[in-house]
């Protein structure tokens, strides 16, 4: 994926507003401002279209740890490689154990508890086409340009709990199918993503000493951003908007 250039820097920015740009590309563009994000937080979707989302989501959780093996095998830096491999192991588990399961089982188990068949959703047969576009989007954004633009597409983690902290205490008070084990998954990522993302945010800003390689860590992360963001606008459409499911993806109550 080529991405779109769109920030021009004459200057190289302090630390500070690097830093400040960055969250400011956060501020703007984050998904938590989508209206598919909105309305499931004032819980206004169905249990329909939270069977949707699950189901989509799942599989951009699916390739997380693909992308992640991606940027550990381009690095020559065997500290950042110990340090990036526990993105691995937070999403696929340490092992088989059921006590202690990855990011991507405890998906599943939010996808069993709405309502979904599990081997349907591991199959990802019925996700929406623009689905896996987004998701082929962001393996091709991290294996197809530079190493800065890899690293700093995960940046998005710098407001992932600001989503968390929103989603699920919205999604237990306002669905009643929905309790604490469905939505296991969120509870590990509070801890996980700020680690991640203090560790990301200090590598970016080492490694971006020019305006140019800054202008491209910052487009990397609107990149990212709007791959979030094309994800809900096709569940919005596919499924808030009536008559729009594409042929072969997901209808609500039909046969798995």
Same mark, same amino acid.
């Given at each position: 994926?080529?991405?779109?250039?769109?920030?021009?820097?004459?200057?190289? $920015?302090?630390?500070? +507003?690097?830093?400040?740009?960055?969250?400011?590309?956060?501020?703007?563009?984050?998904?938590?401002?989508?209206?598919?994000?909105?309305?499931?937080?004032?819980?206004?979707?169905? %249990?329909? =279209?939270? =069977?949707?989302?699950?189901?989509?989501?799942?599989?951009?959780?699916?390739?997380?740890?693909? %992308?992640?093996?991606?940027?550990?095998?381009?690095?020559?830096?065997?500290?950042?490689?110990?340090?990036?491999?526990?993105?691995?192991?937070?999403?696929?588990?340490?092992?088989?154990?059921?006590?202690?399961?990855?990011?991507?089982?405890?998906?599943?188990?939010?996808?069993?508890?709405?309502?979904?068949?599990?081997? /349907?959703?591991?199959?990802?047969?019925?996700?929406?086409?623009?689905?896996?576009? +987004?998701?082929?989007?962001?393996?091709?954004?991290?294996?197809?340009?530079? /190493?800065?633009? +890899?690293? &700093?597409?995960?940046?998005?983690?710098?407001?992932?709990?600001?989503?968390?902290?929103?989603?699920?205490?919205?999604?237990?008070?306002?669905?009643?199918?929905?309790?604490?084990? @469905?939505?296991?998954?969120? @509870?590990?990522?509070? %801890?996980?993503?700020?680690?991640?993302?203090?560790?990301?945010?200090?590598?970016?800003?080492?490694? &971006?000493?020019?305006?140019?390689?800054?202008?491209? +860590?910052?487009? !990397?992360?609107?990149?990212?951003?709007?791959?979030?963001?094309?994800? $809900?606008?096709?569940?919005?459409?596919?499924?808030?908007?009536?008559?729009?499911?594409?042929?072969?993806?997901?209808?609500?109550? !039909?046969?798995?």
């Amino acid at each position: 994926m080529s991405f779109q250039r769109q920030t021009t820097l004459t200057e190289l $920015l302090s630390r500070e +507003a690097f830093d400040a740009a960055l969250r400011q590309v956060l501020t703007e563009r984050y998904h938590i401002h989508h209206p598919f994000h909105k309305l499931m937080n004032k819980g206004e979707l169905t %249990k329909a =279209q939270i =069977q949707a989302w699950a189901l989509n989501r799942y599989c951009y959780q699916y390739i997380i740890p693909k %992308k992640d093996a991606i940027i550990l095998s381009r690095s020559e830096d065997p500290a950042f490689r110990r340090e990036w491999r526990k993105r691995i192991i937070d999403h696929d588990g340490e092992d088989d154990r059921a006590d202690n399961p990855g990011g991507i089982a405890r998906w599943l188990k939010l996808a069993e508890g709405v309502g979904l068949d599990t081997d /349907m959703v591991i199959s990802r047969r019925k996700a929406l086409p623009a689905t896996r576009f +987004a998701v082929g989007a962001y393996i091709s954004l991290v294996s197809d340009n530079s /190493m800065l633009v +890899a690293v &700093a597409s995960s940046l998005t983690e710098l407001f992932s709990p600001i989503a968390i902290g929103e989603r699920v205490p919205a999604m237990l008070a306002r669905y009643d199918y929905i309790d604490e084990d @469905t939505l296991a998954y969120f @509870t590990p990522r509070m %801890k996980q993503a700020p680690r991640d993302a203090e560790f990301t945010l200090e590598l970016v800003k080492d490694r &971006a000493t020019t305006p140019e390689a800054q202008a491209e +860590a910052i487009d !990397a992360l609107i990149a990212k951003c709007d791959i979030l963001w094309a994800m $809900l606008d096709a569940l919005h459409y596919a499924y808030v908007i009536p008559g729009n499911i594409p042929p072969g993806a997901f209808v609500p109550d !039909a046969p798995t």
